[in-house]
């Protein structure tokens, strides 16, 4: 094994430099996931390159990104980058929900970055707390895009239910921003990848019991503007907590804005369908390989094969 230690500034979302230990671990026998910590880079022989860094830093809570690059990384060059929010009601979830799809799409040329934010079980959050800390961590990625080797125009947030309400709120939603961050530097996605999320925070829709009269201030489908950064949603029809009639009026409401809004609709499919069974993982993976390579931000086909499209 050959240890190569080296020294990185990379900027904290408070506009503070913030210094980054990177080791580079070249294995020549091992295929498992190493264990991550703060700023390592981990390869093995399948040229899995890994990097974990803090984001943000709330009073003693350190808010990590767990970063899959290519497995051909160069580092001349630069990537689209796609950050997942994983769900749990803002309440509980593990930032481990999305891996397969960051790995996924690291195999086909992306950064993928899986998220991690706080939640109310583990830190007595609020919802608001989670849209500050997604809108941190896109500002982090924009604002090190050159250290991370990321195209700074071509940053996707994506997430299933509640985490797939943060990519929206993030997209949409003018305001909670962290206090002290560097506000020049934009927080805002330039693509959506949305499993089942939560669009409406208001008296009808989802969380409103926690949100209350504010909902106006976090609910992504009362705050479509012009400008709204291109969408594909995954919904099933049987889903009890995403009604199909307010992702209808969600892509409604995008396409008279000017903007594109995908609506994938999945019979008979409930809540979370698109993780819990191989056939829904591989379809909707497949959609959201499609259409990011009709934005550009992938060449060719998909890698995965589908049976009865």
Not at 222 to 251: M, Q, W
Request: aromatic fraction near 12%; hydrophobic fraction near 35%.
């Amino acid at each position: 094994m050959k240890d190569v230690n080296s020294r990185q500034k990379l900027s904290g979302t408070n506009g503070q430099a913030a210094t980054v230990w990177i080791t580079v671990f070249l294995c020549c026998f091992s295929n498992h996931i190493f264990g991550q910590t703060t700023g390592t880079i981990l390869e093995d022989t399948q040229q899995e390159n890994q990097l974990t860094i803090i984001y943000k830093q709330v009073d003693t809570v350190d808010l990590y990104l767990y970063i899959h690059y290519p497995p051909n990384y160069n580092k001349n060059r630069k990537y689209p980058a796609i950050l997942f929010y994983f769900g749990g009601s803002w309440n509980w979830g593990s930032y481990k929900q999305f891996e397969p799809h960051a790995k996924y799409f690291a195999d086909r040329g992306m950064i993928g970055i899986l998220v991690d934010y706080r939640v109310k079980n583990k830190h007595k959050t609020t919802p608001f707390d989670a849209v500050k800390d997604a809108k941190s961590s896109i500002r982090f990625l924009r604002g090190n895009a050159k250290e991370l080797n990321i195209k700074k125009k071509k940053i996707v947030a994506a997430g299933g239910s509640a985490g797939g309400h943060l990519a929206a709120a993030a997209g949409n939603i003018i305001g909670l921003e962290e206090d002290g961050e560097d506000l020049s530097i934009s927080s805002r996605p330039d693509a959506l990848i949305l499993f089942n999320p939560v669009f409406d925070n208001g008296p009808e829709g989802y969380g409103y019991d926690r949100i209350g009269e504010r909902y106006k201030e976090i609910s992504p489908i009362h705050n479509i503007r012009k400008g709204a950064p291109p969408t594909i949603v995954f919904l099933g029809t049987a889903d009890k907590l995403i009604p199909v009639e307010t992702a209808l009026s969600y892509k409604n409401k995008m396409e008279d804005m000017g903007s594109r809004c995908d609506l994938f609709l999945y019979k008979d499919q409930k809540h979370g369908f698109f993780k819990f069974e191989e056939e829904f993982y591989k379809k909707t993976l497949y959609e959201a390989d499609m259409f990011l390579v009709s934005l550009g931000y992938l060449k060719g086909e998909p890698t995965l094969t589908i049976e009865n499209k």
